[in-house]
């Protein structure tokens, strides 16, 4: 048995629209035996890397492509943001010797980086409570490869 992803409504398995509300919505799958449904668990696992890592290694959810998708996606997206921080704290340096223009545009980078990840951060939280696998550009092809291995 399966749950619209807009309403909440039971639909049966193999159905792709809601009988209760009439979208098109992906069903969203219930948790199977223990553990809770794959769209919490996937939305879980961009809250930091800790959550990602342990649903990378605990039973019932390291079975679901769906959840190690989104932990995987999870731990690239952190990976490439220290990346980014520390190329920004070399260019932050630079900018440094600048009086004050070079202060000026270092916050706007920093201000933009963190808005940056903050609405991406965001939009995966969205997406993966709502049930689907919103791959981001780079990152997302390898999570992808690194689900699909496992």
């Known amino acids: 048995m399966a749950f619209c992803n807009l309403c909440g409504a039971q639909v049966a398995d193999g159905t792709t629209t809601c009988a209760a ?6 069903a969203v799958p219930a948790a199977s035996g223990s553990g809770m449904a794959d769209n919490v668990a996937g939305m879980l696992a961009y809250i930091t890397i800790i959550p990602a890592i342990i649903f990378l290694v605990t039973e019932p ?17 952190h990976l490439a943001a220290v990346v980014l921080w520390i190329g920004l704290f070399i260019v932050s340096i630079v900018l440094a010797f600048i009086p004050i223009l070079g202060h ?5 980078l920093w201000a933009g980086l963190c808005l940056g990840f903050l609405i991406v951060w965001i939009i995966l939280l969205m997406k ?4 689907e696998i919103y791959k981001l550009p780079v990152i997302g092809d390898l999570a992808e490869k690194q689900a699909n291995a496992m």
């Open 128 to 131: 993966a409570n709502q049930g």
């Open 61 to 77: 959810y390291n079975k679901s492509r769906f959840v190690r998708f989104h932990s995987w996606q999870n731990l690239f997206l």
């Open 104 to 108: 000026l545009i270092s916050f706007l």
């Open 21 to 26: 509300c009439s979208s098109r919505a992906p």
